[in-house]
């Protein structure tokens, strides 16, 4: 009965159908999709007369979808995007008057260092390209850059999922950080005094592996973490206020925590840099916009040598 019946489907329906998934309500989707609410419901309509299913049914803020449409929304999605991304390598794009939609899944921390200067540009050229920054778990990353929910991730560890397009934008070292008049401060920090203290750490991806204890693990050290958050903006409140310890890379000090108010030594013992990496679905390649991107980031981040372009 569907095949028979996909002879009537269009475009414009799909396009429905994944606007009140999207937004569990057909009214937000009419908004969406910039036409009248009675629009939306006709097009419902159809698709449940294709379908034979009611695909969507009244729920306590909306609509909920059922569980034919939870298994259609994932070919549909893929479906517009490749179309989407097909037509997109034969567009003209020009960033200083297109409205498009960037899209990346980024930390807060990415936002200040990575994010901050491609706004930058943008605001130098005039530019009316639209940025949005929706920070995913990393089980979505693959998904959400694949249906084109996001354009770009940015993430300080490689991905368990390859296939993904790649390019390491930079490396920071780390260094211990504290409040100023911290009495560790007095003499050299060693490592025996970098264990005795306690320590606050940052990290919204709890299960990726953490630099700083992988490498004192290596060592045979453990250090005291006895406080841990997600989010970088109460950093300084915290160190200002306690005699915690931070080990972080030095980018984080000079956009996170107020100049003055710290003191930033080196750590007492070795680890690698953090490496932060932009990664893309390869099917988003030969987009003019996706490119222009990658172009402006490869400006504001240039590499120390070449060839860190590649695939996983």
Known sequence: MVLRNLAKLDLNLLHVFEAVYAEASITRAAETLNV???AVSNSLARLRDIFGDQLFVRARQGVAPTPLAETLIGPVREALTALDRTLARHERFDPVVSERVVCFSMSDYAEAVVLAPFVGVLNRLGSTLSVRNHFMSERSLFSGLASGEIDFAVESHPLAEPGFGQRLLFSDEFVCVMRKDHPA???PLTI??????KHLHISNRP???NLVDGALARLRHKRQVTVHVEHCLAAGAILSSSDLCLTIPTSFVRHFLGAGAFTAVPRPFRMPPLQTWLYWHPSSEGS???DWVRNVLDDCFPLPVAGQDHFG
């Open 207 to 209: 299960r990726v592996a």
């Open 185 to 187: 401060l007095a003499g």
């Open 36 to 38: 009248t609410q009675p």
């Open 288 to 290: 003019p916009a996706h």
């Open 192 to 197: 025996e005094r970098y264990l005795a203290l």
